[in-house]
Nanobody, 123 residues
Framework: VQLQASGGGLVQAGGSLRLSCAPS????????MAWFRQAPGKEREFVAA??????YYADSVKGRFTISRDNAKNTVYLQMNSLKPEDTAVYYC???????????????????WGQGTQVTVSS
């Protein structure tokens, strides 16, 4: 099972990017999909997750980022608007079976990880 993340890049503050995560090897419609990010010198942190149709966000991105999934394409998206320099990080998609709600923001709850895609926001 592999997760292929794409869509990162360099954008000015206030701009937008859309990240995509396409799992291969199995269908992920029944599992929790999430995005995490890691900035240089910092720990990996939760960004957003989608569990069935319910979505969850870190406070720092709420109202600016939107996670969604297209089950027909077996793809998860992270639409990022109003980007800030502090959003600069490597973004990872993750997938997990049976992730309980209380663990949805914990990276250890996820079994499968993508290789990461760099997002750089210039001021």
């Amino acid at each position: 099972v592999q997760l292929q993340a794409s869509g990162g890049g360099l954008v000015q503050a206030g701009g937008s990017l859309r990240l995509s995560c396409a799992p291969s090897g199995r269908t992920f419609s029944s599992v929790v999909m999430a995005w995490f990010r890691q900035a240089p010198g910092k720990e990996r942190e939760f960004v957003a997750a989608i569990r069935w149709s319910a979505t969850y966000y870190a406070d720092s991105v709420k109202g600016r980022f939107t996670i969604s999934r297209d089950n027909a394409k077996n793809t998860v998206y992270l639409q990022m608007n109003s980007l800030k320099p502090e959003d600069t990080a490597v973004y990872y998609c993750a997938a997990g079976d049976g992730v309980i709600l209380s663990m949805i923001r914990q990276n250890r709850a996820y079994t499968y990880w993508g290789q990461g895609t760099q997002v750089t926001v210039s001021s």
